[in-house]
Nanobody, 122 residues
Framework: QVRLMESGGGSVQAGGSLRLSCAST????????VGWFRQAPGKEREGVAT???????MYADSVKGRFTISKDYAKNTLYLQMNNLKPEDTAIYYC????????????????WGQGTQVTVSS
């Protein structure tokens, strides 16, 4: 069974920071296009940051300059460093892997984690 496991979510005040992690025991993440998505209540799932297997990186405009996506090949783990968090960043954050070309289209990703909640209070 393919598994992606997110961790690192929590509750912070606006301006704070969190680092999300996504590890896999079944996928070698550097062989896939990987990304972070989020879904707020009543909203569609949206792309936050992607890291293509070719090393290309893309960020949503709303998080540019605040979020950083990275991979630790040795630990087979994907990270999302989130700084200067805002209340509008509140959502469930998911990591995903697939052969998407690094796009923000969720349907292009084959494997998903269960999600981790991030709550930012004003």
């Amino acid at each position: 069974q393919v598994r992606l496991m997110e961790s690192g979510g929590g509750s912070v005040q606006a301006g704070g920071s969190l680092r999300l992690s996504c590890a896999s025991t079944t996928l070698t993440l550097n062989m896939f296009d990987v990304g972070w998505f989020r879904q707020a209540p009543g909203k569609e799932r949206e792309g936050v940051a992607t890291n293509g297997h070719d090393g290309s990186i893309m960020y949503a405009d709303s998080v540019k300059g605040r979020f950083t996506i990275s991979k630790d090949y040795a630990k087979n783990t994907l990270y999302l460093q989130m700084n200067n968090l805002k209340p509008e960043d509140t959502a469930i954050y998911y990591c995903a892997a697939g052969w998407s070309g690094g796009t923000f289209r969720p349907r292009e990703y084959n494997y998903w984690g269960q999600g981790t909640q991030v709550t930012v209070s004003s």
